[in-house]
Structure formats: structure tokens, C-alpha cells
């Protein structure tokens, strides 16, 4: 047994190096093979090759030896077999395109230099801005906008570098809601990657950034967060302000289009609609003052036809048509009636009333007459509203205002403003503030968007983060600390532009005259004693007198 354990050792040996010479030469006629079809290649990627060393490729010759390699790996000698069977065949691989870095240039031409890198931290940066002048918020060159005003500052402050200033993904850059064009905000939020040099400190930053800003854009504070965070995903809920004259209250003039109808459906449909003392005792004083101003009831009734024959408009090729004293007629009674909308002050069974409609929205509902383009069966119309405040009335340059706050999961496009539109229409029309839970249901009805001068975003709301925040070291993001500042900053920059706006304007008794004397389809039916009914016309209505359709989007 002893000798014949070499032999076998022998013969295996001798048998190794026949299957190696073998090998050798399948090896060597396989590469011959493949020398073949690289040359073929070759030949017939020649043109792509050459274009392709111009514009700073690899040599043909090391890109074809990479291909020999990771070809020879992959596809072993059967797959050069097969590619020799292969009447119209592929190139192996793509060749490998190696890129420049991208040049960048200024606005002027001039080539940016190359800055050192620096150390990123991702923050998130609590701001707040006057919407006014601007195209929105949304970077948009070359219109105006507040981020390009803040991409500006940061750039200045050394927060990022001119390279990245362009580039929102490398800045991670996310906005927690977008205002549209002339929309204010108090507090918004958005979080991106900024240097975040050794020794300064998140205030000192603040202070440096808001040194290269304008007074009307502010930012309150920055605070470190974790690489995953988000501003808009991560948002628990979100705080929106409303600012609205407490005339809107007001009943319709009983002569408009819309004051009849509520007569004619109150005695149609009788126990439905409410009682008004204040509101019928209001105009029965609007018409002494004007019969007192040496104006005659026919001349007054005469002013109402002419407004319901041109849907409350008094300036319009149409309007013109009745002549000019017809039109300075009707100037002068709006003037008195201005006056003493400016002069009114609510009740506090009124106010009362009102928060109670508000009230109506909280909780869970589905919000498909409150927005547009979306069916009564898509769940996304679906929104859980947490809370609804309204102030107490305030007086400013002779008007009063109050202030409505809504605190929502989320809110959907016009959303807000339909919702103030719905429950103030309530209020002036004498319908049940049952009908603001009608709107919940299936049937369609146009709800009027109450004009976007009064909207604001007050504040987003990040209680489902800041556990998370505070366990992995950082700070919780809050507006509380702020809240001093903020509304010194929203008295100045946003409060006062629309408290002006209106008086110069008259925007929301437009939008209520507007609708009071619209003569077309029966689209506001749905206000009156008569209700929501299954053929209730819904087809949005453009209201001319809101010039400014702007919204926020979440």
C-alpha cells in the first residue's frame, strides 16, 4: 500500500498539467477570438470614440482595455461564443464617461472659483416675511421671490457656498409651505445644510443672515436637527390667521338679488332661516342716513335695479350704459353705505354666533365643497381640523377687525378661505349653521373663496418631532420663544399693508356686494331657507372683484 501512493501522486501531476496545456490553448484561441471582435468593435465605434476623447474622455486604448477585462470576466468562453454567433451584435459595454466638474459662472460670465470645502450641518431655520413685492416664495429666476432674497443672504453670511447657491438638492433645501404671490407669513420653516462654523453660535448666525435681509423678511431662529429631517414631511399640523372686517357679518341690503330670495324662501320654506333684528335694524339706519342726505326713496330703489342689472358693478362698458348720473348717483349711496360699514361694531351675540359656525369645522370631516377638483369620494379630501379661535374685536384706522385662527392637520388648495367664505355667509344670510355640516356631505355646491388680502400663515407645528429631536440632543423648533417678536413684525410688515389695502380698495365688500347681487345661475340657492338640494348648480364663479387669487400650499 506504501508504493502505491506515489504513483497515484504521479499520475495526478501528469494528469494536471495535460488539462493546463488544454486549458493554455483554449485560452489562447479564445483570446485570439476576442482580439478579433474588440477590433470589429473598434472599427465600428471609431467615430463615437473619437468624439468622445475631444471632450476630455480616456484613450481609446485604456477604455478598450478596461472592456477586455470586465468583458472577459463576465462572459468567460461560452459567451464569446455566442457573441461570434451574433449577426448584429452590441458593443460589450458602455464605455465609461468620465465628466469635468462643471465650470460655474456669475451672472456677469466671470468663471466662479473653486471654494474650499466646509463642514455642513442640516437645521432648520424658523422665519417669517411680508409677502408683498414678491413673485411668491418659491425660487423663480428672475422674478422676485423670497427664498432668491434669502439664497442671497445666505450666500453673503458664508451660510453655503456660491456653488451650492443654485442647487436645491445639494442644499437639501425644503420649505414647510409655499406662499403664492403677495401671501404673508408669520412664521414659516425651512431646513437645509448650511456651514456651520466651530465657535459661532446659532444666534450669532441669525443675527448675520438677517443683516443681509430686508426689514420685511426676518428670521427668528436656527436650530440643528438630524440629517433625515424634513420640514414639510415632518409637520405635525399648521396654524393659519385670518383677518376679516366684522361688516362682513353684515346682512345683505334686503333689495339685492340675494336679500329677496332670503325673504321669498323664508316664507316659502317658513321655521327654517333665523332671525336678524341687528342686521334688519342696521339697514332700516343705513336708509334714514341716506333719505337724511337729500336722497329720495325712488332714487334709492331706482340705484338698486341699476346694480342688479350689472351684478353690483358700477364701472363697466354695460354699467355705462345708464348714463353718467345714474352712475354718480350710485357712487354717492355706496359712499354713505361705506361710511357707516366702517362705523359698525359688532354685538357680542353676533361674535358669538360667528365663533359658533367656526366651531363647526373642528374635527374630522370631509372637506370636498371647501376646495377644487376633488370628488366627494377621494380620501384625501378628508382633514381633521384640531381647533378654531377668533379674537376679540380690534378697531384700526376706523374699522373693525377681528382675527380668525385655524389649526389643522393639513388644509388643501383654497381650503381656508372657503372655509371663512362658508361660515360668514352663514352668518349674514339667516340660514342654519347646520348648513355648514350639509357641505360635509355628497352634493356638490360652490362655496365662494373669501378674498386671499385677509390670509396668513401663522406658524407650522412640529409636536410629533420634537421627542425625537430632543432625544437625539437637539433642540425642540417651537415660535413660542418668538411670539413677542412675530407680531411687533406682523403689526409692521403685514397688518398695517392690509389694513391699507382695504380701505383703498374696499376688497371684501366687493366680494360681498359681488355675491349679493349676482343676477346669474342660482349658485347661492344653497344660503337661503330652500337649502342644498340634488340639482344645486355648482359651477365655480370667478368673483371680479378679489384681483388677487393667491394661496398658500402646503
Known sequence: MSEEKPVEANNSVKTTEAVSVKQKSADDTTSKQESTNNVEANNTNETENK???????ESKDNIKKIDDQESSKKRGRGGSQRDRGN????????????????????KDGNEIPKEPRKPKRKVAMMIGYCGTGYHGMQLNPPNKTIEGELFD????????????STDLKKNAFMRAAR????????????????????????????????????????????ERTNKGFDCRKMCSSRIYEYLLPTYSLLPPKPSSVLGTKISEYKEKFPGVSREDPEGDEWWKNVNKKLLESNITQEEIDKTQRYLKENNGETENPTAAAGGEESQHLVRKIKQIENTLRRDYRISNDRLELFKEAMKTYEGHHNFHNFTIGKPFNDASAQRYMISTNISKPFVIENTEWVSIKIHGQSFMLHQIRKMIGMASLVIRTRCPLARISEAFNSTRINIPKAPALGLLLECPVYEGINPKLQ??????????KFEEKMLEFKKKFIYDKIYAEEIKENSFHGFYGFIDNFNGEPIFDFLTAKGITQNQPA????IKNDKNDADIVE
Open 87 to 106: 449577426k448584429r451584435q452590441r458593443p460589450e459595454r458602455a464605455e465609461k464617461i468620465f465628466e469635468p466638474c462643471p465650470v460655474l459662472f456669475d
Open 51 to 57: 468624439n468622445q476623447t475631444e471632450t476630455g474622455v
Open 153 to 164: 443672504a445666505f450666500i453673503k453670511a458664508e451660510a453655503i457656498s456660491k456653488a451650492n
Open 179 to 222: 406662499t403664492d404671490k403677495g401671501v404673508h407669513a408669520a412664521g414659516n420653516v425651512v431646513s437645509l445644510k448650511i456651514i456651520c462654523e466651530d465657535g459661532v453660535s446659532g444666534e450669532e448666525l441669525t443675527e448675520k443672515i438677517n443683516s443681509f435681509l430686508p426689514g420685511q423678511i426676518r428670521v427668528w431662529g436656527i
Open 539 to 542: 359651477e365655480e364663479v370667478k
Open 471 to 480: 432625544k437625539f440632543g437637539y433642540n425642540e423648533l417651537n415660535f413660542n
